[in-house]
């Protein structure tokens, strides 16, 4: 038997959102040959896992184009390990969920491969594929990227956001998310990380809670889709210039009726996200990114304002 393109509560939430789409070509249990060049070419890559408890956590790992290697159509190997003191090196473990997404910035490109962790050994790690499918250049903002040496500082743990966090958040016009599906939901679930993008400051701050705006895009709904069956998520933000991250774990909660994105101009739902806990991590990417400019599609978007 086949397995579906998507879970039950992706199905749902495409019920809830757009509509449903049924299943789709483009969602494979293989990678093609174009997606394994392409990940060949990155110097980044962001990782979504699982963690001790349950709770996904999302990470990056760089290192020289080709350090991610496709080994066969369903296999894909990465030489690189997150240092000891990122929050999602305990959660790399044999057998354990994880979700891909490969994103070139340069090219707005970006294609995701999820499954899980089939061996590990000192130098990185090896996924077997259980679902691999590409996404639109939509709301990516493009930036050129170039190694630069860093001298990582020691990772800070943060109960909740502090004035730093909140400087990085209220600037940013990316971020990622990591997520999983609940448990027993079937072949189709797992670990998962995508790309949210937009005019700085589309993620709204209110002490230590985020909203953010959710706009049309590939009607899949595999985040907004997993955060309704487990509302435990992770956010990862980037100082671009910097390479300092910022690594959030919280709960997230849907607003489907539109009631708060009416206060966001091009929003058709929103969703809010509870920091529980997080983690500064500076200099932590040996990469610089320079911006070249904005998505075409954010024409028609906007910054939040009271609903009228």
Known sequence: MDTPSFHADEVAAQALGDGVIGDTPAI??????QHRSFFAGLPYLFVGLVDPTGAPVATLLAGSPGFVSAEDPVTLRVS???????????ALRR???????????????RNRANGSVAAIDSAGFT???????GN???YIQRRDVEAVPRVRGPTEALDGLDDRARALIEGADTFLVASRARAGIGPA????????GGRPGFVRVEGDVLTIPDFAGNRYFNTL???????????????FERGDILTLQGEALIDWSGAEAAGFAGARRSWRFRTLRGWWRPAAVPLRWSFLDASPFLTGTGGWSAPA
């Open 28 to 33: 494979r249990a293989f990678m093609p040959e």
């Open 80 to 90: 690189a390990l997150p240092p000891a003191d990122d929050p999602a090196a305990p």
């Open 95 to 109: 057998g354990a969920e994880i979700g891909l997404l490969g994103l070139d910035l340069a090219t707005r490109r």
């Open 127 to 133: 996924v077997s594929i259980a679902q691999s499918f």
């Open 136 to 138: 639109c250049p939509k």
């Open 189 to 196: 679930g797992g670990a998962d990380i995508s790309h949210r």
């Open 225 to 239: 889709g997993n955060l309704l069956g487990e509302k435990r998520a992770s956010l990862l933000f980037i100082d």
